[in-house]
């Protein structure tokens, strides 16, 4: 796992310096994450740096359980009272921390460090690319059937072909991209027009 743990600081350390050189106004825009901005998805990512284990299960209860409903509300409620200075710290000061998602072990942490890196850099036409060894530890759990239902998924009668590397998933229609434009699709992300080709890849496009 020390070259897991690695990557994940890597990742964490490259979020930070992108988000230090964003322009205030830039934190306001939408991400690939339906309904929230720059700073929403921040607040997101940093939850389990800036709560306590006791804290984050009183904010779970207080949502019924419900894990989504409470990573909504708690992101939008920490977006409108953290700067996005004190943000951007929260992601620095922790390249190393310990945090894994439940049952998802520090691969886990890798993916959603990846995801939703990617669902802020993209929209706004930052020019990042993932290293390739992140996008290839995180790709084989995104192309399990348990993820693609998790996301809500439909590749039915579709191949998704990389256009940097050797990655293809599925059969049918080519919709070709690069690989970390995959793992977006993968996640049931719609990304913005021109960055997947192929006959069906409005399927997978923003409108």
Same mark, same amino acid.
């Given at each position: 796992?020390?070259?897991?743990?690695?990557?994940?600081?890597?990742?964490?350390?490259?979020?930070?310096?992108?988000?230090?050189?964003?322009?205030?106004?830039?934190?306001?825009?939408?991400?690939?994450?339906?309904?929230?901005?720059?700073?929403?998805?921040?607040?997101?990512?940093?939850?389990?740096?800036?709560?306590?284990?006791?804290?984050?299960?009183?904010?779970?209860?207080?949502?019924?359980?419900?894990?989504?409903?409470? /990573?909504?509300?708690?992101? =939008?409620?920490?977006?409108?009272? &953290? *700067?996005?200075?004190? +943000?951007? #710290?929260?992601?620095?000061?922790?390249?190393?921390?310990?945090?894994?998602?439940?049952?998802?072990?520090?691969?886990?942490?890798?993916?959603?460090?990846?995801?939703?890196?990617?669902?802020?850099?993209?929209?706004?036409?930052?020019?990042?690319?993932?290293?390739?060894?992140?996008?290839?530890?995180?790709?084989?759990?995104?192309? /399990?059937?348990?993820?693609? =239902?998790?996301?809500?998924?439909? &590749? *039915?009668?579709?191949? +998704?072909? #990389?256009?940097?590397?050797?990655?293809?998933?599925?059969?049918?229609?080519?919709?070709?991209?690069?690989?970390?434009?995959?793992?977006?699709?993968?996640?049931?992300?719609?990304?913005?027009?021109?960055?997947?080709?192929?006959?069906?890849?409005?399927?997978?496009?923003?409108?």
């Amino acid at each position: 796992m020390d070259d897991i743990r690695d990557m994940i600081a890597a990742e964490r350390a490259a979020l930070a310096g992108v988000l230090a050189e964003l322009p205030a106004s830039r934190w306001q825009e939408p991400t690939l994450c339906g309904g929230w901005r720059v700073k929403e998805v921040v607040a997101h990512i940093t939850m389990p740096f800036r709560y306590s284990g006791p804290r984050f299960f009183l904010e779970l209860a207080k949502s019924r359980g419900n894990v989504n409903a409470m /990573s909504d509300r708690r992101a =939008r409620h920490d977006a409108s009272v &953290l *700067s996005a200075d004190q +943000l951007t #710290a929260a992601v620095a000061d922790n390249v190393r921390h310990p945090w894994k998602p439940p049952g998802g072990g520090f691969l886990g942490a890798l993916t959603h460090d990846v995801i939703h890196g990617l669902d802020i850099t993209v929209p706004l036409g930052i020019e990042r690319t993932v290293p390739a060894d992140r996008l290839g530890a995180i790709l084989p759990g995104l192309e /399990s059937p348990k993820t693609l =239902r998790f996301f809500g998924v439909d &590749l *039915s009668g579709v191949e +998704l072909r #990389a256009t940097d590397s050797e990655f293809r998933f599925g059969s049918g229609s080519p919709v070709s991209g690069t690989t970390q434009h995959q793992v977006l699709v993968l996640c049931g992300r719609k990304l913005p027009k021109g960055l997947l080709e192929g006959e069906v890849s409005g399927r997978f496009t923003a409108a």
